[in-house]
C-alpha cells in the first residue's frame, strides 16, 4: 500500500521560504509521476508542480515558476518542494500526490491515486 507523508509546512513572512518534504514508502514509485498540489479554502485544488521518479523531469504552475523548485532523492525515497519568495496568495494546504506518468506529467488532480495527508502553509503579509 503506497503511503505519503508530508511535512515542513508553517507560518512565514511574505518574501520568506519554506520547503516541504514528501516521504514515499509502499511501493516502487518508477514510472510514476510525483507531484504538489495546494488548496486554498473555497477554491478547488490545483497543481503546483511535479516530477517525474524516473528521469527527474519537472512541471510548474505558471504562479509559481522561477519561485518553486521540485525535486527527489531516490535512495531516500523522498520528494520536495522548496518554495521561496512566499507571496499570501501562496497560502494553501499543500499536498504530495503520485499517479501513472504517460508521456508528460499529469496536472489533473483526478490522475493522481495517492495522496499525502497534506500540511498548511500560510503566508502573511
Known amino acids: 500500500q503506497a503511503q505519503l507523508v508530508e511535512s515542513g509546512g508553517g507560518l512565514v513572512q511574505a518574501g520568506g521560504s519554506l520547503r516541504l518534504s514528501c516521504a514515499a514508502s509502499?511501493?516502487?514509485?518508477?514510472?510514476?509521476?510525483m507531484g504538489w498540489f495546494r488548496q486554498a479554502p473555497g477554491k478547488e485544488r490545483e497543481f503546483v508542480a511535479g516530477?517525474?521518479?524516473?528521469?527527474?523531469?519537472?512541471s510548474y504552475a505558471d504562479s509559481v515558476k522561477g519561485r518553486f523548485t521540485v525535486s527527489r532523492d531516490n535512495v531516500k525515497n523522498m520528494v520536495y518542494l522548496q518554495m521561496n519568495s512566499l507571496k499570501p496568495e501562496d497560502t494553501a494546504v499543500y499536498y504530495c500526490?503520485?499517479?501513472?506518468?504517460?508521456?508528460?506529467?499529469?496536472?489533473?488532480?483526478?490522475?493522481?491515486?495517492?495522496w499525502g495527508q497534506g500540511t498548511q502553509v500560510t503566508v502573511s503579509s
Open positions: 500526490a503520485a499517479g501513472f506518468s504517460w508521456a508528460t506529467i499529469p496536472t489533473n488532480p483526478s490522475e493522481y491515486t495517492c
Open positions: 509502499g511501493r516502487t514509485f518508477s514510472s510514476y509521476a
Open positions: 516530477l517525474e521518479w524516473d528521469d527527474g523531469r519537472t
